[in-house]
């Protein structure tokens, strides 16, 4: 059967194969590679990563039909392409990060592992049939486990992979109770012909809501919003800082990925609106919970948790916003306004979570209160977090202001003004805490001002990237703009 | 294609600022040379702006135009009428100024001037924006800056509070403002931010008149509106003196400004509906802010409220939305700016020497720095609007469009001109005559020359606006002449 394939499905795939490849690659060389030098398998997977993102950029970019592949599998569209470019660099950018860190960035496991979790997350973002969508979620959600408690011997972050662990087992579990339900409605479980499966089941309008709703328990925990976020703080305050940060931004992004594609493919027309309203009532809890606890925040990986619980409720309001299912403009600007938020708070917050291990290679504290003078220790650093900060409280010319008001604008599109007046004075309580962090670091003096806060070079080459991102989303938006339209698009 | 003067305006002290940061530290003369070279080219190149405008063409001139997000409509657009060309040349004046007050700054220059300079490509750009997404996007440039200044080198006592105050306040404005902004966009289905075409929308009388209050509000907060003016005397008094120089002289117009260009003129319906009662607000301002600044004791919160003060003066005169009223509001921008940065300038000198601005305990000060006596002499008639002096041909004609507009409003808003003469009496007599207490003699110097160019160059511009208004007036006119046209031209 296999001389039957078409090499362009193959080239669809690409990304996911030298993915897989460059994993096996990690292993050989963790196997043969001298003790002394395991920390330039953080180099290799980098390089590795780097060169399979150029590769795929050239060649396996989807035409502009999407297409079906795999008997019905995947899907090769843009969508499924754009996130896939953005885990691959959310990966790249973490291992830099990890590899100066003690008992991480020597383990080949760790790589290993971090390349399983990003190909899962490929999967998850181009499946077209629940069955695979389940296996993606799997495939990122098993080593993201692990790697959440990979310092052994630290009772926080064994206690952050277990938490994670159980909590993920558990709404898992409710989802695929849910895809069992829709299967067994609809007789099908291919996404696309789940909604006419569904329609000609003449299931009761509550019935399929209910079902739908399981199966957003699943997707709620992935992007960790208000009520299935209890997990975040916990995991992100215990997990390594590097894994904090991918698992804030690329597993973030790719639970937003299969709900927006769950939502336009799976969904009876008649069950939008009540998903709607579901959507805006969620972004309102995440907003304004994740914001207000992120207030009382004294650890800066806390607070920064609670700020991308808030910030998954921002993107949500885009999500929220393809309320008129009719009016294909309107949910498409939705949609292109997620994928452009997500592009920019995805840069953002690794550039955070980036510069707090940073920080905490050299004094092993995450409390906000020991950033006292940073900018007097580090003044790039300090500049860093300046940056990341401003963007995520949504300030130009960075990354977080574009991304923000084309949030809102899609809102205010929808006719959803109520949502875009609660995300803009959420706004302002997430200012509110940026700008704290802020003052600590520039304007408090501590005693140890005067030791220096040394970075290495993979964290100098990894910030640099990330700042000079935040400020090219920021002001040459044009690009990324047609990118995430176009994303949008192969959904309609 | 013309010289694009107005982008090199916007982007000269940002690229400054960046080639600032990359000084080492330690090389503090360096850093401060080259902050003065770009503010000065700035300076140069905003005189130029201003004498170049054609007031016969009248118009948007000097228009530059690129793509920037076309499936959006956003456009890189800039260009200058006659009410924003003299605010550019504020802008260019005061930063220079500034720079040369704060050459004595020592701790983190580098940092500082770098922040300075982010916040004046923020005004600039505003200044100059005719695209309604641009104008949000340099107007928060000019916000966050302001946080960091205010806060790291502000007055120790009140910085945190203030600059926190301040940032959250402008903040909540700028963000509501940006929700009646979007709304304008969508619902006028013409799928651009251009001002110049969303002028021409035609939203109904109903949508102008509900979104109205959010974008003139939104904006008007930084331009210090009662009841929301409570972050600006505490901003102003915390803020370290170019800083205050900024924020009194030129970001304050920013937020009547674009309070005008956006809430004013994209909306005239909704503006004569509401200016009825909006009017009153500013009276409040006029005349308690000049009330409040009277009883004041410490020098720099005098200052601060009588901004308060002279910002309701420019806001009522937007609020007669007659000529005389507008013209007088364009001119007061202008002088105010370059008053009000006189004033904190010479409210910096005089406590860096003396360490206290509690007026009872300061005195004599005339007689060691004669200079900035003079100048606050000069800054203090301009307030109370002398004839002669660029504070009467802007208070004069903002009188008569309230006459015009009604009598007795009027009557009570020149109740105020009264009040200021007897604060600014009492801070020239207390501060400035008199003994100078002992504590002081053989501690104070006199400023230095810098200062002092700074101090001459403020009251020279005060006085020639006074004397030949003819250099200003028929320019401020012609940009009247813009706003008055979408009225149906009255």
Do not use: C
């Not at chain 1, 960035?105 to 181009?126: D, K, P, Q, V, W």
């Amino acid at each position: 059967m296999f001389s039957s394939i078409d090499p362009s499905i193959v080239l669809a795939i690409l990304p996911e194969i030298l993915l897989l490849l460059l994993a096996v690659i990690v292993l050989v060389f963790d196997m043969f590679l001298d003790k002394a030098q395991h920390r330039n398998l953080g180099w290799l997977t980098a390089g590795g990563l780097g060169f399979i993102l150029v590769l795929s950029l050239a060649v396996a970019r989807p035409g502009t039909e999407s297409e079906l592949i795999w008997g019905g599998m995947l899907r090769h569209d843009w969508l499924g392409f754009v996130f896939k470019m953005l885990f691959i660099f959310g990966a790249l950018i973490t291992s830099l990060f990890a590899m100066d860190v003690r008992d991480l960035g020597h383990r080949g496991e760790f790589y290993l592992l971090l390349l399983a979790s990003t190909l899962g997350m490929n999967i998850m973002a181009s499946a077209s049939n629940i069955i695979m969508l389940y296996i993606g979620i799997e495939t990122t959600s098993i080593p993201l486990y692990i790697l959440a408690g990979f310092f052994k011997t630290d009772d926080k972050s064994t206690e952050a992979g277990f938490k994670y662990l159980l909590f993920g087992a558990l709404t898992s579990t409710v989802m695929l109770y849910g895809f069992s339900l829709l299967y067994g409605f609809s007789g099908t479980t291919d996404l696309y012909a789940l909604a006419q499966g569904l329609i000609a089941g003449e299931l009761p309008l509550a019935l399929s809501l209910g079902t739908l709703m399981l199966v957003l328990v699943g997707f709620g925990f992935k992007v960790s919003v208000v009520p299935f976020h209890f997990w975040a703080p916990d995991v992100y305050e215990g997990a390594p800082t590097p894994v904090a940060g991918f698992l804030s931004t690329a597993s973030k992004a790719a639970g937003f990925s299969v709900l927006m594609r769950f939502l336009l493919a799976a969904f009876p027309p008649d069950a939008v609106p009540y998903w709607t309203a579901i959507l805006a009532a969620l972004a309102t809890a995440s907003m304004t919970l994740g914001n207000s606890l992120a207030l009382a925040q004294k650890n800066i990986k806390r607070l920064l948790a609670y700020s991308s619980i808030a910030h998954a409720g921002y993107a949500l309001i885009g999500v929220a916003a393809v309320s008129q299912f009719g009016i294909t403009d309107v949910s498409r600007f939705g949609i292109t306004a997620v994928v452009f938020y997500l592009v920019a708070y995805v840069i953002t917050n690794l550039a955070a979570f980036g510069a707090v291990a940073a920080f905490w290679r050299i004094s092993g504290s995450d409390e906000i209160a020991d950033y006292a003078a940073l900018s007097r220790r580090a003044p790039g650093l300090s500049l860093v977090l300046l940056v990341a900060f401003l963007s995520l409280a949504g300030m130009p010319p960075l990354g977080g202001f574009v991304g923000k008001v084309f949030v809102f604008a899609a809102a205010v599109r929808a006719n959803l003004v109520w949502l875009a007046i609660i995300g803009v004075l959420n706004s302002i309580i997430g200012l509110y805490y940026y700008l704290i962090v802020l003052k600590v670091i520039y304007l408090y003096r501590s005693e140890e001002e005067d030791k220096p806060v040394p970075i290495t070079r993979p964290y100098a080459l990894a910030l640099v990237v990330l700042v000079i991102g935040i400020i090219l989303v920021g002001t040459a938006f044009a690009p990324w703009f047609n990118w995430a339209d176009t994303a949008a698009a192969s959904l309609f | 294609m013309q010289f694009p003067i107005l982008s090199i305006i916007v982007f000269t002290p940002i690229l400054a600022g960046m080639l600032i940061l990359l000084i080492p530290g330690e090389r503090r003369d360096e850093i401060r040379v080259a902050a003065l070279a770009a503010a000065f080219i700035a300076m140069l190149l905003s005189a130029w702006v201003y004498f170049s405008y054609d007031t016969a063409a009248g118009g948007y001139q000097l228009v530059e135009q690129y793509d920037w997000l076309p499936v959006l409509g956003i456009s890189y657009h800039v260009g200058v009428d006659g009410i924003s060309a003299p605010l550019v040349l504020l802008t260019g004046v005061v930063m220079f100024t500034g720079v040369l007050i704060s050459w004595g700054i020592d701790d983190r220059p580098r940092e500082f001037f770098a922040f300075l300079f982010i916040l004046a490509t923020g005004v600039f750009g505003v200044f100059v924006a005719l695209d309604l997404f641009g104008l949000f996007f340099f107007y928060e440039i000019a916000v966050f800056p302001m946080f960091l200044l205010i806060s790291i080198w502000g007055w120790k006592v009140t910085r945190e509070y203030a600059a926190m105050k301040l940032t959250l306040y402008l903040f909540i404005g700028s963000v509501i403002a940006l929700v009646g902004g979007l709304a304008m966009y969508f619902s006028s289905g013409l799928n651009t931010f251009d001002m110049l075409a969303l002028e021409n929308a035609n939203f109904s009388e109903s949508f102008q008149r509900f979104w109205f209050p959010f974008v003139f509000f939104g904006f008007a907060v930084l331009g210090g509106i009662f009841p929301f003016h409570n972050w600006s005397p505490d901003g102003h008094v915390a803020a370290p003196t170019a800083v205050s120089m900024f924020h009194a002289g030129v970001l304050m117009k920013l937020g009547a400004f674009a309070a005008l260009r956006v809430g004013i003129m994209l909306l005239p319906e909704g503006a004569r509906f509401h200016m009825p009662w909006i009017i009153l607000l500013t009276l409040v301002n006029v005349v308690y802010g000049a009330f409040i600044a009277m009883v004041q004791t410490d020098f720099k919160y005098v200052i601060g409220f009588s901004s308060v003060s002279h910002m309701g003066l420019v806001l009522m005169g937007f609020a007669t939305l007659n000529r005389e009223g507008l013209i007088g509001a364009g001119v007061q921008m202008f002088s105010h700016g370059i008053m009000t940065a006189l004033f904190f300038a010479v409210v910096g000198m005089v406590y860096d020497q003396a360490h206290t601005r509690e007026i009872p305990k300061l005195g004599g000060f005339a007689r060691v720095m004669p200079v900035t006596a003079v100048a606050f002499i000069i800054g203090g008639l301009v307030s109370m609007g002398m004839p002669g002096f660029s504070g009467f041909i802007a208070e004069f004609p903002i009188f008569m469009g309230l006459w015009r507009y009604q009598p007795w409003i009027a009557i009570v808003a020149v109740v105020s001109i009264v009040i200021t003469a007897s604060y600014i009496m009492r801070i020239i007599g207390r501060v400035f005559f008199g003994q100078l207490p002992e504590e002081f003699v053989g501690h104070v110097k006199d400023v230095t020359a810098l200062d002092k160019v700074a101090l001459g160059m403020l009251s020279i511009i005060l006085i020639v606006v006074g004397v030949y208004p003819t250099v200003m007036v028929p320019l401020v006119q012609s940009g009247v002449q813009n706003v008055l046209r979408l009225f149906g031209g009255a």
